[in-house]
């Protein structure tokens, strides 16, 4: 038997309701300047998906390095959406 769950990741289409979802429990949660600077990089124009994805990444990143203080739920959601960004982006 596999001792480890499988995650499910999210799919390219997915993307910006999964970002909203979290930009909504962010703020929720009293985090607003974290929210609006995902609802941000949503809003703004890329040239490629992968200046988007990227852009996120950095983002859900910089937010889990100084938000240690993130409920259990919301730093798990990160870390999932982080992994499908690199699942989706093989440059990572």
Not at 63 to 79: K, Q
């Amino acid at each position: 038997m596999w001792p480890f769950k499988r995650i499910k990741l999210a799919r390219p289409d997915e993307f910006p309701a999964v970002i909203d979802a979290i930009g909504d429990k962010l703020r929720s949660h009293g985090f607003t300047t974290e929210a609006d600077r995902l609802e941000q990089i949503l809003e703004g124009v890329w040239t490629t998906s992968n200046e988007l994805y990227g852009e996120l990444f950095v983002a859900l990143k910089r937010i889990r390095r100084e938000r240690s203080d993130l409920p259990p739920d919301i730093g798990a959601e990160i870390d999932r959406l982080m992994k499908s960004i690199n699942s989706i982006c093989r440059w990572r």
